[in-house]
């Protein structure tokens, strides 16, 4: 039963990749998957809509988990950091299907990708936690805040380099090192006690 | 314009303004800011797709016709005049609130402060949001969000220029835009950025000590965290003693 809607949702990206979001029709996806209409409106209740956000879902989650392949080998936070922001916007820009939906239709993508990179986060936020336990935290930083903090500056990072040139690594060897983890690991004086 | 345009106040004698910066007599300015106050009202209830010309006209209380007169372009070039005059309402309100602030961690807490409550509060950005979630997210991602960082980066970084070089003030700038961007798209339950009180905690315990980093001595070079952590010595010279965190401003 898995199987089915797994195959369904894989055939309605190969349609989106083909023909782009707002092109693909239920028909196509269901002719793709070779099921009826009926059976992709049986896993897909909503229709089009949901058929079309659990498929933009499902690849934003497995883009996150080739992230999470990336990063296995790192051993330290900093590491971590850094390989996740350079192979995130590696992967942001040579994702072919992300680009070309972005530049044809972005009103149809933006709003789930915002909502699932709201949940990420946490997810991010909870991956990061151990290497900051591991790495030892500035005296008065709260591990929570910490790592939600850390998790919305590697997506806005990952979103928009901005400034930043992110295939460089040492630029991104400063960042992390330097300024976001600047406040967080490292505090050779106690936060907010005057130097004694 | 061209001809001779009615003055509304006297060019002082010998100052050398030129006449394009003086105010002219004209019914058009009056209707511009009309229409554009009108949008904003029908947009807070409405949203940017179901407004119409009509609405616009009928909420300003001029005719469809001069509205068109004033903004040939129609809806788009409105909605662009909307967009220019509350982004430069934004910025001037955080002009003044940057401004007048003598130290480096006020700058950066007034400045945050003041862009999360404009944005949270403003009412026909909130309808956006809630209604028309692509209108807005569209500026907020992938390429449109670099331009926006730059917009705010170049606005913002010269606030800075009392405690740091230009480049280090780009990167404080564009960093603090990330950070009103984030909160604003995805509130925080935990930490609620309109509070003077919650975004002075979060500058001190993340930004300052970035910034103290960015102006440690061989920042240039990529260096080792732990070297450099032993580096980082609060007393070195020239350490502007004002990012050092204030205990009083702790709740």
Redesign the interface.
């Known amino acids: 039963m898995a199987d089915t809607r797994q195959r369904i949702i894989e055939a309605t990206y190969s349609c989106v990749a083909r023909w782009g979001l707002a092109k693909t029709t239920v028909e196509d996806a269901a002719r793709e998957a070779n099921v009826s209409r009926a059976t992709v409106y049986r896993y897909f209740p909503g229709g089009r809509e949901e058929l079309i956000h659990d498929v933009v879902a499902w690849e934003f989650l497995a883009f996150f988990l080739r992230l999470y392949q990336a990063i296995q080998g790192a051993a330290s936070l900093?590491a971590v950091m850094e390989l996740g922001i350079r192979f995130a916007h590696r992967s942001?820009r040579e994702h072919e299907v992300l680009q070309r939906v972005?530049q044809t239709e972005?009103?149809?993508l933006?709003?789930t990708?915002?909502l699932e990179?709201?949940r990420i986060?946490q997810g991010i936020a909870d991956f990061l936690l151990p290497y900051l336990y591991q790495h030892g935290l500035?005296e008065?930083?709260d591990p929570?805040?910490?790592s939600?903090?850390l998790a919305?500056?590697v997506?806005?990072?990952m979103?928009?380099?901005?400034?930043w040139d992110l295939d460089d690594p040492?630029q991104v060897?400063?960042l992390v090192?330097?300024?976001?983890?600047?406040?967080?690991v490292?505090?050779?004086?106690p936060?907010?006690a005057?130097?004694c | 314009m061209s001809g001779q345009p009615a003055r509304l106040r006297a060019v002082p004698s010998g100052a050398g303004v030129s006449s394009s910066s003086v105010p002219v007599v004209d019914r058009t300015p009056t209707h511009r800011v009309r229409i554009v106050d009108a949008t904003l009202a029908c947009m807070a209830h409405r949203g940017t797709t179901k407004t119409t010309v009509d609405d616009i006209a009928r909420q300003a209380g001029i005719s469809r016709a001069t509205v068109y007169r004033v903004f040939p372009g129609g809806k788009v070039e409105i909605l662009a005049a909307v967009v220019d005059t509350e982004m430069a309402r934004l910025f001037s309100a955080l002009g003044v609130r940057m401004g007048t602030a003598d130290r480096l961690a006020d700058v950066l807490v007034n400045g945050i402060v003041e862009a999360v409550t404009r944005v949270t509060t403003h009412p026909a950005l909130g309808y956006l949001v809630e209604h028309e979630p692509d209108v807005v997210l569209r500026h907020l991602a992938f390429d449109e969000s670099n331009q926006l960082l730059a917009t705010a980066t170049r606005f913002v970084a010269p606030f800075l220029a009392r405690w740091m070089d230009p480049e280090e003030s780009a990167r404080v700038a564009e960093w603090s835009t990330r950070i009103v961007l984030s909160y604003c798209i995805n509130p925080s339950s935990e930490t609620d950025l309109t509070d003077p009180v919650q975004a002075r905690r979060l500058i001190e315990t993340f930004v300052l000590p970035g910034i103290r980093a960015l102006q440690a001595p061989d920042r240039t070079a990529p260096i080792a965290i732990a070297a450099f952590a032993a580096e980082r010595r609060p007393d070195r010279p020239n350490h502007p003693s004002d990012i050092t965190p204030v205990k009083g401003d702790q709740p």
């Open positions: 900093e942001i972005m972005p009103e149809t933006l709003p990708l915002t990179s709201n986060r500035a008065g930083v929570a805040q910490a939600d903090f919305r500056m997506l806005s990072y979103a928009s380099p901005g400034r040492v060897s400063q090192r330097e300024e976001l983890l600047a406040g967080v490292v505090g050779p004086e936060h907010g005057p130097p």
